[in-house]
């Protein structure tokens, strides 16, 4: 899989999205980071496009994780951030239903640190995991 963007890698600035071959199933967790710098339409949206783009593309679910709390998020107070937080979850929520394949997941976070080590979080943990089980292809 690749990313090919203009910048970090949010759905709305993303130029080509290739998958080879195409999932079945794919997990989106919406970013944390987005949340204290854009506005929480232009997130819903950038997320649901991926999604549709990912439903046209061949694959076949859609899950997308909902927000957890920060304990200090960027640029808002922790105030601030929770209802960013709770309106993006809602919405999400709410819209997905009427989107057949697309599920919006709410999750509990890791309250430990050996419980990133999956692969996913790539925290100082995680990136350990990550590199240790990588499979590297020749695409």
């Given amino acids: 899989m690749s990313f ?4 970090s890698g949010f759905a709305r600035d993303l130029m080509w999205l290739h998958l080879s071959p195409t999932p079945r199933i794919v997990y989106i967790q919406v970013g944390e980071n987005e949340v204290s710098y854009m506005d929480v339409d232009d997130v819903i949206m950038g997320i649901l496009t991926l999604c549709q783009h990912l439903l046209n593309s061949g694959v076949e679910f859609v899950f997308v994780g909902a927000l957890v709390p920060r304990r200090r998020p960027r640029n808002l107070t922790i105030s601030q951030y ?3 937080m709770e309106s993006i979850n809602r ?3 709410l819209v997905t239903v ?3 394949r697309v599920y919006c997941k709410s999750k509990r976070g890791f309250r430990l640190s050996y ?3 999956d ?3 790539l925290n100082f943990y995680g990136q350990r995991w990550l590199v240790r089980h990588i499979i590297v292809s020749e695409n």
Avoid at 4 to 7: H, L, M, N, R, Y
């Fill in 4 to 7: 090919e963007g203009i910048s």
């Fill in 82 to 84: 929770r209802r960013r």
């Fill in 91 to 93: 919405q999400l929520a």
């Fill in 98 to 100: 009427h989107m057949p």
């Fill in 115 to 117: 419980q990133s080590m």
């Fill in 119 to 121: 692969g996913v979080h």
